[in-house]
């Protein structure tokens, strides 16, 4: 059965949802179209680079996933189909690809299909739903692109160690209002080791338990977990932590092991 992915910028109140999902079964009518999200901020590469990280390995092998983020026409970016952990990817070179990657990709080609000129501003519902269907249906790379061995890199900023102490910050924030950070569950295990620890962060607030999940504190209580990411989080049971909290993108975070 073909899967098709789909995670962009577009928002659900416009027709651009319609016209690429649209042009997607005018291919192939059978297909099974999963939204993972159309409601990342506009051009934001990082947020659906972290969407994306942490949800694709749930689907099945040889599922293609459309990214629809930074794609308008524009002459110095490519567009790439890539084959990653048994998965394929189609989207536009703009370092996406090196925010979700933790390793090399097994095959990558830059896209060289002809585009329609009706859609020369709007390549997602032509060039990218052509490539991704040809793979759904089982063709190869190699028959839609010329291999290349680059992409182009952006950086993940990552937690740093000074003595007994990791320095975080905020990367993602939920639509729960839950607040998550750039440590990982394997980088906060290699360094603690065994060690109690108090995590602060904005306004003083500390916490210095870990817990296993929402409702091991009482409601409106503030608590930190690993979540499905296997990042760090900070959250309140059934509260807004990003808002009562004060917490925003790129805050710090700092986690003191005694």
């Known amino acids: 059965m073909a899967i098709i992915t789909?995670?962009?910028?577009?928002?659900?109140?416009?027709?651009?949802?319609a016209v690429l999902k649209g042009s997607i079964l005018k291919l192939i009518p059978t297909v099974t179209i999963v939204?993972?999200?159309?409601?990342?901020?506009a051009f934001n590469t990082q947020q659906a680079a972290f969407i994306l990280k942490n949800s694709f390995h749930y689907f099945p092998d040889d599922t293609v996933h459309l990214i629809g983020i930074d794609t308008v026409y524009n002459a110095y970016t490519k567009y790439l189909a890539i084959r990653y952990r048994n998965h394929?990817?189609?989207?536009?070179?703009?370092?996406i690809f090196s925010l979700m990657f933790d390793r090399e990709?097994?095959?990558l080609v830059e896209i060289n299909i002809m585009q329609d000129l009706k859609f020369?501003?709007?390549p997602l519902a032509d060039i990218f739903v052509k490539a991704a269907c040809h793979l759904a249906q089982g063709g190869s790379l190699q028959q839609i692109g010329l291999p290349i061995n680059t992409l182009e890199k952006k950086m993940n900023l990552q937690p740093v160690v000074e003595k007994n102490v990791i320095k975080g910050s905020v990367?993602?924030?939920d639509s729960f209002q839950n607040v998550i950070t750039n440590i990982t569950k394997e980088f906060f295990n290699s360094e603690q080791k065994g060690r109690r620890f108090v995590l602060y962060f904005k306004r003083n607030e500390t916490i210095n338990h870990l817990?296993?999940?929402?409702?091991e504190v009482p409601e409106g209580e503030k608590l930190c977990m690993f979540g499905i990411s296997d990042h760090l989080e900070i959250a309140i049971n059934k509260g807004n932590a990003s808002g009562?909290?004060?917490?925003?993108l790129g805050d710090s975070v700092i986690i003191d092991f005694q």
């Open 244 to 248: 009562l909290l004060g917490l925003n």
């Open 105 to 107: 990709a097994e095959e």
């Open 211 to 215: 817990s296993w999940h929402y409702n």
């Open 35 to 41: 939204d993972i999200t159309h409601s990342v901020a």
């Open 171 to 173: 990367i993602y924030i």
């Open 88 to 95: 394929y990817f189609v989207g536009a070179d703009n370092g």
């Open 120 to 122: 020369l501003h709007f």
């Open 6 to 17: 789909l995670t962009t910028d577009l928002g659900d109140k416009d027709i651009y949802q």
